[in-house]
């Protein structure tokens, strides 16, 4: 397993990437500090499953990660905005 932190837009992410878990398919784990929602996530966790191979094609995790969220940030129109609850 992978950890890397980064900054997105301001906001602190840590991946946990796995390789082939299962032997079948790569894994990602996207955690926020204080739950900030990303725009593949409102609770600022994601789990996510992809096709074996397909984050290495992009350059790993950290790369992967940040053309995943910059292309759902655009497709979106995910502003970073949180509103108030209360």
């Known amino acids: 397993m992978e950890k890397h932190t ?3 837009r301001g906001v602190e ?3 946990s990437f ?3 878990q299962f032997g079948m ?3 990602i784990e996207l955690r926020t500090e204080n739950k900030t929602p990303l725009p593949v996530t409102r609770t600022g966790y994601r789990s996510h499953f992809i096709d074996r ?3 290495a094609h992009h350059g790993g995790a950290v790369a992967f990660v940040n053309a ?3 292309h759902e940030a655009k ?3 995910w502003s970073g905005a949180q509103l108030s609850l209360f």
Do not use: S
Request: without cysteine.
């Open 13 to 15: 992410i840590e991946i």
């Open 18 to 20: 796995t390789p082939e």
């Open 53 to 55: 191979g397909t984050v």
């Open 75 to 77: 497709r979106t129109g």
């Open 6 to 8: 980064i900054i997105w």
């Open 68 to 70: 995943w969220l910059d």
């Open 25 to 27: 398919v790569d894994h």
